[in-house]
């Protein structure tokens, strides 16, 4: 087994100055063809606009890893997603299962594993369990795991209050992520809570639905400002009129000038 040298050389290949900026394409499993247009729903197109940025990692789910990644690889490191569950189910009985293994993701050549738990949904215990056994594993190879932690479910009054994502972020802590992707809470102050319950955990901020340039810009600049290491984006980038120039601009947030 590789074990902690690897691990370390797999983190070295999804940050850059210690941040991170991914682009995700994970989105057709849970919400399906709604989020593409006739031109991004093939993911030739995103995976093009990813190769071609300031990227850290293009995460996927394993069918387009397997049918798509090899013409990319070198070019984007890839993040592969574990779990998975589609939006046909009420929402009040949310649960991810999994839908493919790290065996897979070292098989593929994956540089990281990316897996969602609805922390407060009647699930919870179901997923928490089910990747206890995927961090493990992920250990055993050297992997570096980036969990999707999101308070949703019947048990959870409101989502992306920072109580509710703080919660979540430290729960990420708790079981052991490298990396913990959460909702932005909508100021900089009430995100520091958020970076502060996670502590060695790092925090990165999902980009979130499709907004103006200027606001996807602005809230960059205050998760940023807050203590985060980055983010994980995708509608915001490859919905765009121009993908190329709003990842420029988003990565010199991120990054910096060089």
Known sequence: MVGFAGHKTRMSRITRKGKVLICAMDQGIEHGPKDFNDKNIDPDYVLSVASKGDFTGMVLHKGVAVKYMENYAGKVPLILKLNGRTNLVPKDEIY???????????????????????????????????????????RDYGMPAIVWAYPRGKYVAEEKSVESVGYAARVALEINADIVKVNYTGSPDSFKKVVAAAQRTKVISAGGSKQSDEDFIKMAKDVMSAGAIGFAVGRNVWQNQNPAKITKEIAKVVFGSD
Do not use: C, K, N
């Open 96 to 138: 991810s299962s999994p839908v493919a293994s790290v065996r897979d993701a070292v098989a593929l050549g994956a540089d990281a594993i990316g897996y969602t738990i609805y922390v407060g949904s009647p699930t919870e215990a179901q997923m928490l369990h089910d990747f206890s056994i995927i961090e493990q594993e992920a």
